[in-house]
Every structure is written in structure tokens, then in C-alpha cells.
């Protein structure tokens, strides 16, 4: 098992080391969504898609709030992964164990995101009739020639 994380890990610093070499101009955007719990506790995904193809991001802000940046949801814990599908993959997880609400801030060139992977969330134990909303800083880059239409 660590040795398919390291092995992931180890392919995705080299292309981003390749995207940072070429210095391209990236498009700096924030991204969110929203969703009201139904029957709690419950485990809810929120998913902010990926980026297009030919395309590769950065992830260096991520939110997860209740109804507000300010207001703690009791016992809610949520996890943040970049992968090429909805679900638990330690390979893919890039935060674990946040209570809601958290912000964790990076530096540029963190947690790469490629074409045909995604960036979600899981919250477990959200009660009922909560809001909980996900929002992430992101750098779009141009993908290096090599990547531009790789699908995992």
C-alpha cells in the first residue's frame, strides 16, 4: 500500500516539476459548491469537478464551512482528495481528519490535479439539515504536451 502511495507521489512531482519549468502564466481561479444534509448524521460528498482536458491544477486553498467561515458543526469531520473517482483512496487524499470549519492555505505548486481526476470531499457525520460548503483556490495550468489527454 505505501509503496503504490510513494509511487503515485513520485510521478506526480515529476510533472509538476515539468509544469514549473515551463513557467506558463497560470489562471488563478476560486471554485465552490454548496449542499444541504438531509437525515443526520449522514457522510456527504461534495465534488468540484476537474480541470479540462489539455489542462493540469494547482490546489493551494481549500475551505470546508458549515453555514458560515465561523461556526463549528459538532462531530463533523471531513477528508479532501484528489482522484480519479469519488470514494476513500488513501493515494489520493491530501488532507484527513479537519473539523468544520477549516481553511488549510499552501504555497503555489501544491497537490496537483490532472485531466480526468477531481477534487472532492468527504464530511462524515454531518447532522441534520446542515450546510456545509467546499471552495478551493486553484492554478490552472497549461498540462506539459506528455499529459494533455491522459484519462486514468
Do not use: C
Amino acid at each position: 500500500m505505501f509503496k503504490a502511495w510513494a509511487d503515485h507521489a513520485a510521478v506526480l512531482e515529476k510533472k509538476a516539476d515539468t509544469i514549473i519549468r515551463q513557467r506558463p502564466e497560470p489562471l488563478r481561479k476560486s471554485i465552490g459548491t454548496s449542499l444541504l444534509s438531509g437525515t443526520g448524521p449522514s457522510t456527504v460528498t461534495l465534488d468540484l469537478g476537474g480541470p479540462a482536458a489539455g489542462r493540469m491544477w494547482f490546489v493551494h486553498r481549500v475551505g470546508i464551512l458549515g453555514a458560515d467561515g465561523h461556526t463549528a458543526v459538532a462531530g463533523a469531520i471531513a477528508d479532501i482528495y484528489t482522484g480519479p473517482a469519488l470514494g476513500t483512496d488513501a493515494t489520493s487524499e491530501i488532507y484527513a481528519g479537519l473539523s468544520v470549519p477549516s481553511i488549510v492555505v499552501e504555497g503555489r505548486h501544491h497537490n496537483p490535479v490532472l485531466y480526468g481526476d477531481g477534487l472532492y470531499v468527504i464530511v462524515y457525520n454531518v447532522p441534520t439539515n446542515q450546510l456545509l460548503q467546499f471552495t478551493a483556490g486553484i492554478e490552472d495550468y497549461p498540462a506539459p504536451d506528455q499529459l494533455a489527454m491522459s484519462i486514468k
